[in-house]
C-alpha cells in the first residue's frame, strides 16, 4: 500500500512537471530586457504632423524617450541602431478588439485547443500582434474577469504582448446586442455583458468596474424595429446612456459606443462618449449636423471596415468634415492571417482617407481616443519609447507599413527582422 502511495505522487509529480513545461513553451515571453537605444539616421515620421524629416537621433532610456536630436548625450552602454534607408514612425493602436473571443481562432483544432490556449493567453495572438507593429490594443468586451488577468500579466511583463486598455464586460440590455450572436456560448454572453436599463444599477456595476481596474466601458446604443414598429433588438435607454457616461467621467473612463442609426449616433454624441465604434452603419448616410457633432466633440470614429463593409459609404463625407479617425479591427472577425490591421488601413485608404492620415489615425489619433496622448502615439520625448522601424515610406503608400524592420515596445526591442526574412 505504501508503495502504491510512492509510486502515485510520482506520477502526479511527473504529469504536473509535463504540463508546466507544455505551459512554458512557446508561451511568448520577452526575450530582451529594456535598454538604452540611440536610433541613428533614417526618416522619422514622429505623427505630431503630417511631415516626414531625417532622423536627428532619438535616446531611448529606462522604456522612455529621452532625448530627439544632434545634442543628446549617447550613453556608453547603448544598442545602437542604424536606421539608414528606413522609416521610423510610432507604434500603432489597434482601439478595437476582443481579444479572448476565440471562435475564430483555429475552430477546427477543437474545444481541448482552444481552452489550451486561453489558459495561456493566447500566445500566437499576442506574437501576430507584434509582428505586426500593434504596441497598445484596446479591448472593447471581453470575458471578465480573464481579460483583467491578462492586463495584469502583460502590465508586469510575465508574459509579451501589446499595452492592453480594456473595457471589461459590454453594457446593453437583454436580448440585445451581442448577447443574441450566435455560437456564443450563454456562459461566455453572461461574462462579457452587463445586461440591465436601469441608471442606478448601471452606475453601481460602473464604479464597481473601475475599481478593478478598467481603462473605460463599451456601451450597445443600436436598436432595431422592424416596418410594424415592434423591437426586434431592443437596446437601453437614452436615460441609462447618460447614467453611464456620467459615472464614467466620475472615474476618469472613456467611453466607446457602438450605434447604430444617425438619430442613435445623434443621441450618443449628446450624452457625451469619446468614440464612436463602426458608425453609420447599413448603408444609412451620415447628415453635415452629426458630421459637424462629431468634430465639435472631438469624438474619434472608428470605422472598422472589415466588420462593416457598407461603411466606406461615409467615409469620404467624415474625411471632408475634418473628423478624427481611429482604427479597429475588431478582430478576431478577421484575423486568419494576423494580418487583420494592415487590411483595415488598406481598406482606409482605400476608402478615400490619404495614406499620411491613416497613418496618424494608427498611432497619434488611437493615443487620443485613450485619454492617453501625454504617453503615447508620437514619437516624443518624455513618451513611451513605443516605435518601429520599417523598410518603406507608409506615409506615402501605407502598405508599407507591413514591412517590419524592428519593434521597440517601452524600450525593449520586442522583434527584430533586421537579420531575417519579414514575418509575413
Ligand atoms: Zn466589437
Not at 258 to 265: D, F, K, R
Not at 295 to 319: C, D, F
Amino acid at each position: 500500500m505504501k508503495k502504491f502511495f510512492i509510486y502515485f505522487t510520482l506520477f502526479i509529480i511527473t504529469i504536473a512537471a509535463i504540463f508546466m513545461i507544455a505551459y512554458h513553451n512557446n508561451l511568448y515571453v520577452w526575450e530582451n530586457p529594456k535598454q538604452n537605444i540611440w536610433i541613428a539616421n533614417g526618416q522619422l515620421f514622429d505623427g505630431t504632423s503630417e511631415q516626414v524629416r531625417d532622423n536627428p537621433g532619438i535616446l531611448i532610456k529606462d522604456g522612455k524617450i529621452v532625448c530627439i536630436g544632434s545634442n543628446c548625450q549617447i550613453p556608453t552602454e547603448v544598442k545602437r541602431i542604424d536606421a539608414t534607408g528606413k522609416a521610423i514612425v510610432p507604434g500603432l493602436i489597434d482601439l478595437h478588439g476582443h481579444f479572448l473571443s476565440g471562435k475564430a481562432r483555429d475552430p477546427e483544432q477543437g474545444i481541448p485547443s482552444m481552452i489550451w490556449q486561453q489558459l495561456r493567453y493566447l500566445p500566437s495572438v499576442r506574437r501576430e500582434l507584434i509582428a505586426a507593429g500593434v504596441t497598445s490594443y484596446r479591448s472593447l468586451g471581453d470575458v471578465m474577469p480573464a481579460i483583467l488577468d491578462l492586463k495584469k500579466e502583460l502590465s508586469e511583463q510575465n508574459i509579451a504582448g501589446p499595452r492592453l486598455f480594456i473595457a471589461g464586460p459590454i453594457f446593453t440590455v437583454k436580448g440585445g446586442h451581442p448577447t443574441q450572436g450566435k455560437g456564443i456560448p450563454t456562459w461566455v454572453v453572461e461574462r462579457m455583458t452587463i445586461q440591465s436599463d436601469d441608471p442606478s444599477y448601471v452606475k453601481q456595476q460602473v464604479a464597481i468596474l473601475a475599481e478593478q481596474g478598467i481603462d473605460g466601458i463599451k456601451v450597445i446604443y443600436q436598436g432595431s424595429t422592424n416596418e410594424k414598429g415592434v423591437v426586434t433588438m431592443p437596446r437601453i435607454s437614452s436615460d441609462t446612456l447618460l447614467a453611464l457616461t456620467s459615472e464614467a467621467r466620475k472615474h476618469g473612463l472613456w467611453v466607446a459606443v457602438h450605434t447604430g442609426s444617425p438619430e442613435e449616433t445623434d443621441e450618443a454624441i449628446a450624452a457625451g462618449i469619446n468614440t464612436i465604434e463602426h458608425g453609420i452603419r447599413h448603408g444609412n448616410l451620415i447628415n453635415s449636423t452629426t458630421l459637424q457633432s462629431i468634430v465639435e466633440n472631438n469624438i474619434v470614429y472608428v470605422p472598422t471596415l472589415g466588420r462593416e463593409p457598407q461603411g466606406h459609404l461615409n467615409i469620404a463625407a467624415l474625411n471632408q468634415s475634418g473628423v478624427v479617425f481611429g482604427v479597429g479591427t475588431d478582430s478576431p472577425v478577421e484575423m486568419a492571417d494576423g494580418n487583420s490591421y494592415h487590411n483595415e488601413l488598406s481598406r482606409m485608404v482605400n476608402a478615400g482617407i490619404p495614406d499620411v492620415k491613416v497613418l496618424i489615425a494608427a498611432t497619434r489619433n488611437g493615443a487620443d481616443a485613450l485619454g492617453k496622448l501625454a504617453e503615447l502615439g508620437t514619437i516624443e520625448v518624455g513618451k513611451y519609447a513605443d516605435l518601429l522601424i520599417v523598410n518603406g515610406q507608409p506615409w506615402q503608400d501605407i502598405r508599407e507599413l507591413k514591412k517590419i524592420n524592428i519593434v521597440i515596445l517601452s524600450g525593449r526591442i520586442a522583434l527584430d527582422n533586421s537579420t531575417e526574412p519579414l514575418a509575413y
